[in-house]
């Protein structure tokens, strides 16, 4: 049984067990990442509810695997414009009862960008950031993200799910950060400045 008296299913506890282990990798960028480390961590083993079984909000807490694809000879990250938040952000979904967050990347970047996912040298197939954010509008939830990171040319990306996104726009780093952050996931900028660390080594 979990802490909320929930019977854990035999899905569930390597599932828990593998989450703790990404999540206890990421080397936190700043205070607000160390915190909401924390607060996923706690969320995990604690027995909650991780995955969204009814669109949008259920349960009002879940988990989702973002992907920054970046060509790493232009220096560039792909944005999205997502129709529903009405934000740019990165390429992502909702993780599947117990599935492995890369393989939810594997599967939405096939789906949204129409490629393969090739996992970065910066973080090979771990996450590089988490984050834990209120969504806006109508079905409001709170979504923990792990943010991955993916390599491909700009011009293999030839399409794109126009269902779920308006555009989509490569930028360099110093773009993105010149970009409103209410115009962006909250954490793009943060997120940017932390990938920027990582790649200096091979650059």
Avoid: N
Wanted: charged letters at 25%; hydrophobic letters at 40%.
């Amino acid at each position: 049984m979990t802490s909320t008296g929930r019977p854990l299913t035999h899905h569930d506890e390597p599932s828990r067990a593998r989450l703790l282990e990404l999540v206890g990798a990421i080397d936190p960028w700043d205070d607000l990442e160390r915190a909401h480390l924390k607060t996923a961590t706690q969320w995990i083993s604690g027995g909650a509810p991780l995955y969204r079984v009814r669109k949008p909000d259920v349960p009002a807490m879940h988990l989702v695997s973002y992907f920054v694809v970046l060509d790493d000879e232009r220096g560039q990250q792909l944005l999205v414009a997502h129709r529903k938040a009405g934000l740019w952000l990165p390429a992502g979904g909702h993780v599947e009862p117990g599935e492995d967050p890369w393989v939810t990347v594997v599967r939405e970047c096939r789906e949204e960008l129409g490629i393969a996912a090739k996992a970065s040298p910066i973080t090979g197939e771990h996450p590089l950031f988490l984050t834990v954010t209120r969504t806006r509008g109508q079905g409001a939830h709170t979504d923990v993200s792990l943010w991955y990171v993916l390599s491909a040319a700009a011009d293999t990306i030839t399409s794109y799910d126009q269902g779920e996104f308006e555009a989509i726009r490569w930028l360099t780093d110093e773009q993105v950060l010149e970009v409103p952050v209410e115009q962006l996931d909250p954490h793009m900028h943060r997120f940017t400045h932390k990938l920027r660390r990582a790649r200096a080594p091979l650059l």
